[in-house]
């Protein structure tokens, strides 16, 4: 299992973890598993949409929502 992480300045790695792993060893509270291939870091969230059922980073990159997550 890899796991691709991506940081605020733009670069990105590549870790042989999985991302179950990754969540367990980051601080509680602080990141949100959306779909079961993101985790997002909370601070970064400007916004939820229910109707597109997505995620809006304050980026404008959006991420999809699991469908269990929306309601």
Same mark, same amino acid.
């Given at each position: #299992?890899?796991?691709?992480?991506?940081?605020?300045?733009?670069?990105? $790695? /590549?870790?042989? @973890? &999985?991302?179950?792993? /990754?969540? #367990? @060893?980051? !601080?509680?509270?602080?990141?949100? *598993?959306?779909? @079961?291939?993101? /985790?997002? #870091? @909370?601070?970064? $969230?400007?916004? %939820? &949409?229910?109707?597109?059922?997505? $995620? $809006? +980073? &304050? #980026?404008?990159? *959006?991420? !999809? +929502?699991?469908?269990?997550? %929306?309601?």
């Amino acid at each position: #299992n890899y796991t691709r992480c991506y940081f605020q300045d733009g670069t990105q $790695i /590549l870790v042989a @973890r &999985s991302l179950k792993v /990754l969540a #367990n @060893r980051l !601080p509680e509270g602080a990141f949100v *598993r959306v779909h @079961r291939k993101h /985790l997002l #870091n @909370r601070h970064y $969230i400007h916004s %939820v &949409s229910a109707v597109l059922s997505c $995620i $809006i +980073m &304050s #980026n404008g990159d *959006r991420f !999809p +929502m699991a469908r269990r997550r %929306v309601g």
